[in-house]
């Protein structure tokens, strides 16, 4: 149920924001990570759990980050690189 909501909540702001795809990316997973992270340990255990929500939040977003900086690199590149063979 936590994973479906986060996965809903991210799809909607990813298609609803603005810019590039980086900041899209970025911004759809900030929201994903906090409804995950918020209905996650309240639904598995019953009880609000700020620290573990936080720890759960920040991992996840940095995680995020880490993973669309990456592809984002990687997408560039080759782009990059068939631009120049096709020229």
Known sequence: TAFTAAAFVDWAVFMRAKGDWMRR???????????????????????????????????????GWLWAYGFDKIVKRTTAIKTKVVA
């Not at 906090?34 to 977003?61: C, E, I, N």
């Open 25 to 63: 990316s970025t911004l759809s997973n900030v929201a994903g990570a906090a409804v995950d992270s918020s209905l996650f340990p309240l639904l598995a255990f019953g009880v609000f759990m700020p620290g573990v929500m936080l720890a759960q939040f920040v991992a996840k977003v940095a995680g």
